[in-house]
């Protein structure tokens, strides 16, 4: 029987169905999930979970540390689970500042000014989670200068070296706090048995995929994620479809929804090809460049078309652009569902 890889990674990412009750299982399934947008992570999450699940559910969990914000894949925010954190960014770090080399040299942001600023943020958190202007406060008084996009790298910088991650959030504002402290029992996993890990995660709930697929979502180079993706022969499923070897879980189910997706979805992000879930007539649409990925519209199988919010008091104002035909039942329903996530009426843009 020919592969349905769309059907199959729909299924594993929880998109069709819902094995989990919680949003750090969901996490902790995918391994990470992108969150540079948080709005849309918060969503990405919620779209993988029952009927029932909120916004200001999720939240909560995020406040209360049971998903942590980081920077990780590819120098961009993640939530990845707290056991899962320290061995994930370990995993990832050096390649990620090894390729950030030339823009800290642009930045003036050597060795010693980077160690000079994870000891200045450590000793700061030590005391309290600090909102980003109040971190910026500390580096200028341990004469670290946080101005322009530095400050935004040595965060990042102090996230990979495993000091600080995402805290409480203090009104609007996000804030970081020790890592040690948000994770005390992070696991530590041997540096040659993290990238079989992190291919096991990625690989039962994103499959049927190829090891450039795992190469492009993780940052590992590609002999590393070939080999990591083959260590797991014993417990992966292997197929070769028009030319690519694709690795999956052999027990997997197949589904299809419709459902509205967050910017930077899983489900398009996760992969470097993603011709098998979208058009290429509809690619720029939803890929304009910039490393921009809109939100967009998955009916049965396919990626049919963007979608936008405009919230409105107690309502949510949603458009819909589409390039296919899409039951307007369905369509419906699944902004109904997100309106609901979001306890706000919806009404439709015209």
Not at 36 to 60: C, F, N
Not at 215 to 224: D, Q
Not at 248 to 262: I, Q, V
Not at 278 to 300: F, H, Q, T, W
Request: proline fraction near 4%; glycine fraction near 6%.
């Amino acid at each position: 029987m020919r592969l349905s890889v769309a059907r199959l990674r729909i299924g594993a990412q929880q998109i069709a169905r819902h094995d989990f009750r919680r949003p750090k299982d969901v996490v902790a399934w995918l391994g990470a999930v992108q969150a540079q947008d948080y709005a849309g992570a918060k969503w990405a999450l919620g779209a993988r979970l029952p009927d029932g699940v909120t916004d200001a559910s999720i939240e909560r969990a995020l406040d209360q540390g049971e998903m942590l914000r980081t920077h990780a894949m590819r120098w961009t925010w993640q939530l990845v689970a707290p056991e899962d954190v320290r061995w994930i960014v370990e995993l990832v770090a050096p390649r990620l500042m090894q390729k950030a080399a030339r823009r800290h040299r642009e930045l003036e942001l050597d060795a010693k000014t980077i160690a000079q600023s994870n000891a200045a943020i450590g000793k700061a958190l030590a005391e309290a989670p600090l909102t980003r202007a109040e971190l910026a406060a500390v580096l200028r008084r341990a004469r670290v200068a946080p101005d322009g996009q530095r400050l935004p790298h040595l965060l990042a910088c102090a996230e990979l070296a495993c000091i600080a991650t995402s805290g409480p959030r203090r009104g609007k504002q996000h804030t970081w706090t020790l890592l040690d402290e948000r994770a005390p029992r992070a696991r530590r996993v041997d540096p040659r048995d993290a990238a079989a890990e992190l291919a096991f995660r990625w690989a039962r709930s994103r499959g049927p995929a190829t090891a450039d697929d795992f190469a492009w979502w993780s940052g590992l180079p590609s002999s590393v994620a070939r080999e990591a993706l083959q260590a797991n022969a014993h417990r992966l499923a292997s197929e070769t479809l028009d030319g690519r070897t694709l690795w999956f879980d052999a027990k997997a189910r197949a589904g299809d929804a419709t459902c509205l997706l967050p910017a930077f979805d899983e489900l398009l992000v996760g992969y470097r090809v993603r011709d098998d879930l979208l058009d290429p007539s509809l690619a720029k649409r939803i890929n304009a460049g910039g490393g921009m990925l809109a939100a967009s519209i998955l009916a049965g199988d396919r990626i049919v078309g963007t979608w936008r919010r405009e919230l409105a008091g107690a309502r949510v104002v949603v458009a819909h652009s589409l390039d296919a035909r899409v039951g307007r039942d369905e369509l419906a329903r699944a902004t109904r569902r997100y309106a609901a996530f979001l306890e706000r009426a919806y009404d439709e843009a015209r």
